[in-house]
């Protein structure tokens, strides 16, 4: 059905005369994007979606900046300079400045006028009984109501994301984003900083990255020069690795995984913090580097754990089963840690075992590289997933629902690989032992005039890499989707976070937050007849499942006041 036609925009010179040499432009009922293409100026600072007008059946609008460069909003005596992001509501006879003391346009609502005219016409007509049906204007009047009904709760879920708060005793099991530079304060709420992270008392760290800048590090988090023990694993290579060695403190000990194919890297991002009351777990999808952690949109995990009790016999949970199976692959030097009040210990993997990791809110998801057979193949990738995933029941509303990938860099792939990956991500079942079935995927990737308005412009495109030989294959347009979502803020902090996740609606079956790009490098795979899983890099990740989405007493702290974590703290984790 076309949309119903609210008003114009009607270009006006200084004086505020329309200017005719300019076209008039039509503005429907809903969402209008307005750019250098529709405005018929050549101005290179007007962006291709410059603005957002969502109209609504009364003649009032809302204006949401989209471009990289301010609006201004003019209303009788009142002038408000909107910057990217932001918005303001509109009304009939407006002027509309889209750069700033350049390129007028008044916003002239048509709506009421044009009913009362179409009414006036075939009154006067009397060729014709009726304008409409009693239950036509009926219906027309009711489906304006409707429409006007779902804006405002439109509206209400804008306002309820720009006011979502999460007090600190429910933060252990959270997903969180990283904070932003440059975005406004709204956009940053509940988000953490790498201080926020690593803080209190710690005795021992593990850092797992790929890119590790040391000179920012210290600076950015000073904590560090007081920690006793510090294991940096990475995967730096020889040029950055020799400054590293230079200027590292020297209690550091750095250690580069072993990578047994040609293309692979050390590409998981973790910290493991070692505390008088426990260990701290964090997986995130930052390098340790300024850009990573100030400009782009990022993801972080991360719960705390305590040490088991001496007479804890239980069998380790799945969590540790995951987390210790990969920290054995790095294989990094052993090495001996005197604990404050503690005693000595053996630094390897199997120090590890010593928390209890019973009250995890998540699955870990790892890969690491090698042709893995046998019963190791469902340990890693893409096959873990499937794994993990087929021991789920799912509500029946996401039988058959898409799949969405989102990530920063796009490897060479092919539809049989692509379909592989969907089987994975698509596995789990119903209660009635019916399989979810295939969804169809959708890929999130940024545009290039994304790129282009982003907080950092075309800067941010570096770390979004993907030749064009990969970008163009014809087999990938079903998929693409846009990064776009104004009402989180975060538009224009371009992606380095990766997610994964299969929804309907509003709801997610699971989600994945993990260093994993869409890459068969990263997710591995499958050959000989499906026997065996290749893998060139490690990652890792964490699968929030609805299994844990429950209430726990699990809320326990290594950094918590007054005890905090001695207690237990009624913690429920929120996923949706």
Not at 100 to 109: M, N
Not at 158 to 177: C, G, Y
Not at 254 to 264: E, M, N, T, V, Y
Request: glycine share 8%; charged share 20%.
């Amino acid at each position: 059905m076309p949309r119903s036609q609210i008003g114009y925009l009607v270009p006006v010179n200084k004086n505020l005369e329309e200017d005719a040499s300019l076209p008039k432009l039509s503005l429907f009922y809903g969402p209008n994007f307005i750019g250098r293409n529709d405005v018929s100026i050549s101005d290179k600072r007007l962006s291709r979606k410059h603005i957002a007008l969502t109209t609504s059946p009364d003649g009032s609008a809302d204006l949401l900046v989209e471009g990289t460069n301010p609006v201004v909003v003019r209303s009788g005596e009142l002038r408000k300079k909107l910057s990217s992001c932001e918005n303001a509501a509109i009304s009939n006879g407006d002027l509309i400045e889209l750069i700033p003391g350049h390129h007028f346009f008044k916003y002239v609502s048509t709506s009421t006028g044009e009913t009362k005219r179409s009414f006036t016409e075939a009154n006067s007509d009397g060729e014709r009984e009726k304008l409409t049906s009693k239950r036509e204007r009926n219906q027309g009047l009711e489906d304006e109501a409707i429409s006007a009904n779902k804006l405002k709760a439109e509206e209400k879920c804008v306002e309820a994301i720009r006011n979502f708060r999460v007090s600190n005793d429910k933060l252990s099991h959270t997903f969180r984003l990283l904070k932003v530079q440059g975005l406004p304060a709204w956009a940053n709420t509940n988000s953490v900083s790498i201080g926020d992270v690593i803080q209190g008392d710690v005795l021992l760290v593990v850092l797992s990255n790929y890119m590790v800048d040391i000179d920012w590090l210290m600076s950015a988090c000073p904590i560090l020069a007081k920690i006793p023990y510090v294991l940096v694993i990475h995967g730096e290579g020889d040029s950055r690795l020799d400054h590293m060695k230079s200027n590292k403190p020297s209690n550091w000990i750095l250690h580069k995984p072993p990578l047994p194919i040609s293309f692979g890297t050390h590409h998981s991002k973790a910290m493991l913090l070692v505390y008088p009351q426990g260990v701290r777990v964090i997986v995130h999808t930052a390098n340790l580097i300024y850009v990573d952690w100030n400009n782009k949109s990022q993801g972080l995990w991360m719960q705390d754990f305590p040490w088991k009790d001496q007479n804890n016999s239980k069998k380790g949970c799945g969590f540790e089963n995951d987390l210790i199976d990969y920290l054995s692959t790095l294989k990094w030097t052993e090495f001996t840690a005197n604990l404050p009040a503690l005693g000595n210990f053996n630094i390897n993997s199997t120090f590890f075992k010593k928390f209890d990791y019973s009250n995890a809110g998540v699955r870990l998801i790892a890969s690491v590289p090698g042709y893995h057979t046998g019963s190791n193949m469902k340990k890693w990738g893409h096959m873990k997933l499937r794994t993990v995933l087929q021991e789920c029941v799912f509500d029946k509303e996401f039988l058959r629902s898409p799949l969405v990938y989102q990530f920063s860099s796009l490897g060479s792939l092919d539809e049989k690989w692509m379909a592989e990956l969907a089987s994975s991500m698509s596995s789990g079942y119903l209660e009635d032992k019916t399989a979810l079935g295939l969804g169809e995927p959708l890929i999130i990737w940024p545009s290039v005039e994304d790129v282009r308005c982003s907080l950092e412009g075309y800067a941010a495109g570096n770390a979004i890499p993907s030749p064009f030989k990969n970008v163009e294959k014809a087999f990938l347009k079903k998929y693409w989707a846009k990064w776009k979502a104004s009402h989180t803020g975060r538009c224009r902090a371009m992606p380095h976070i990766k997610t994964y996740t299969r929804f309907k609606g509003q709801k997610l079956a699971w989600f994945l937050l993990t260093s994993a790009n869409l890459s068969k490098a990263a997710w591995g795979a499958l050959q000989k007849n499906n026997s065996q899983l290749m893998i060139r890099s490690y990652e890792l990740g964490v699968l929030f499942l609805p299994s844990h989405v429950k209430e726990e007493n699990g809320g326990f702290s290594c950094t918590g006041n007054g005890g905090l974590s001695k207690k237990m703290v009624k913690t429920i984790l929120i996923v949706a």
